[in-house]
């Protein structure tokens, strides 16, 4: 609960320029990490982002409901990094415990945007889930 208050605070606060600054610089290490080159491609971006592109967003992430993913038995990878500490590594790990045909991959050092610091990584598993050459 007290995530979902946070995220909405953002939400509420993100029309402060002053306050979205506040937010991005801390959001940064948390969804990029240490990886300058991403950072500074994203922190103009996300600054241009107006309230309108984030309050719908944010209504739909904290009011959803919990999804049950035990019933699904199609092939899903789940992908973790192991520095995301926006979601932590133990809901991916279940998500992937509930899902009955799951591959869990998780990347050493990644962030919660691991698919942009460890591409590599990320990719490598990828095409091996899909067995693609």
């Known amino acids: 609960a007290s995530s979902v208050a946070g995220y909405m605070a953002l939400r509420e606060n993100w029309a402060n320029e002053e306050a979205r600054k506040a937010i991005i610089e801390n959001l940064l290490p ?20 107006g309230p309108e592109a984030i309050g719908e967003p944010m209504n739909a992430m904290c009011t959803r409901d919990d999804i049950d993913v035990t019933g699904l038995t199609m092939p899903a990878l789940v992908i973790h990094g192991g520095d995301d500490h926006g979601i932590p ?4 790990r279940k998500m992937a415990d509930d899902l009955p045909n799951a ?19 990320v990719d490598k598993a990828v095409v091996e889930f899909l067995d693609v050459d």
């Open 89 to 92: 590594i133990e809901a991916a």
């Open 103 to 121: 591959r869990f991959v998780m990347v050493p050092g990644g962030c919660h945007a691991c698919n942009l610091t460890h591409h590599d990584i």
């Open 30 to 49: 948390v969804i990029i990490g240490p990886f300058e080159e991403e950072v500074a491609f994203w922190r103009p971006v996300w600054l241009a982002y």
